[in-house]
């Protein structure tokens, strides 16, 4: 592993790896561009206080090649990302997307890409839900494809252990602090029984997970099995004690237990010690994680991007130009 040598505040200086991304690209060709996101977001977060992880979790999800791909639907050339299997019954939010698009064409046509929305709308949904704010840098272009294997392949599973997320982070060039950073965005947000009930029993009906708290391993056992097998709408909070506010309170679960995901409860079972120090510095100060967290979104942001004649700025997010 590559981390021996991670710095004491665990915090990184971001290399721009896209070579032409810029805060402010629109201040002339379309100043309205991030009040227009802006308010959409905050009208959607009111009406769902739900909708702020939602909207933070299409970023996430069009990331690691942050190109809008994750928006298009399928076509004849290509199935498309929204069924692929960390997608399906997950993501949420696209009506809102399109009813930002469709503000932004109105004001400034083919101006703004879809991929510089969703990364605007990831920042504002934090900042709505009273945690931190940065500058987002965009100059994305809209990709022309999109790949349903790519994201089965490429995005992290909820069963994902210590070892399987530090190395998918470290494909695309994101740090053991990157990674552990980026899993706070789960103090905000809920997830499907199906996504954790593995963890619940085993076969024979035992307690299948020791380091879960047994009160909140008993809770999601009633909630899960009231729901009548069905765990695809049955949600729990992935964070029970402040899940509509951006904080460190997801570290601070973890130490106790209280991680919904195993992919959440395995940052403090000991197969990585400095993974666990992170938590722990985390834990002790929220400042900490939220400089770290801006630095990890905006280098998480810079990924796979598309520029120029690379791409386009697409009229409609869920089609290419060409077929709409």
């Not at 896209?18 to 309205?32: I, K, N």
């Not at 909708?51 to 498309?80: I, K, N, Q, W």
């Not at 022309?144 to 599973?157: D, F, G, M, R």
């Amino acid at each position: 592993m590559a981390f021996a040598n991670a710095p004491s505040s665990f915090s990184e200086t971001c290399k721009d790896d896209s070579g032409q991304l810029q805060v402010d690209s629109y201040s002339e060709s379309c100043p309205e561009a991030e009040a227009i996101i802006f308010s959409w977001v905050a009208k959607a977060v009111f009406d769902d206080p739900r909708m702020a992880a939602s909207l933070l979790r299409l970023h996430f999800h069009d990331c690691f090649g942050c190109d809008g791909s994750v928006l298009l639907d399928d076509t004849p050339e290509f199935v498309g990302e929204k069924t692929a299997a960390p997608n399906l019954n997950s993501l949420r939010g696209f009506e809102v997307i399109d009813a930002m698009k469709a503000d932004l064409e109105s004001a400034c046509p083919l101006t703004v890409s879809c991929a510089d929305v969703l990364a605007i709308a990831a920042r504002d949904s934090v900042v709505l839900s009273n945690g931190p704010g940065w500058q987002v840098e965009t100059g994305r272009m809209d990709g022309l494809s999109a790949s349903k294997a790519a994201a089965n392949s490429n995005i992290p599973a909820p069963n994902s252990t210590v070892a399987n997320l530090v190395q998918q982070f470290q494909n695309v060039g994101l740090s053991l602090t990157d990674m552990v950073a980026l899993s706070g965005a789960h103090t905000l947000g809920k997830a499907r029984c199906s996504s954790f009930s593995s963890r619940l029993t085993s076969s024979d009906g035992a307690l299948n997970s020791p380091d879960m708290n047994i009160d909140l391993m008993q809770s999601l056992q009633r909630l899960c099995s009231e729901s009548g097998g069905d765990s695809t709408n049955t949600l729990a909070e992935l964070d029970l004690v402040t899940p509509a506010t951006f904080d460190n309170q997801y570290y601070i679960n973890l130490l106790s237990g209280e991680g919904l995901l195993a992919s959440d409860q395995v940052l403090v079972a000991g197969d990585s010690p400095l993974v666990r120090e992170i938590v722990e510095l985390y834990v002790q100060d929220e400042a900490a994680f939220f400089d770290d967290f801006r630095r990890s979104m905006l280098k998480m942001g810079r990924l796979g991007v598309l520029i120029g004649s690379d791409g386009e700025v697409r009229r409609n997010c869920h089609a290419i130009n060409s077929i709409n």
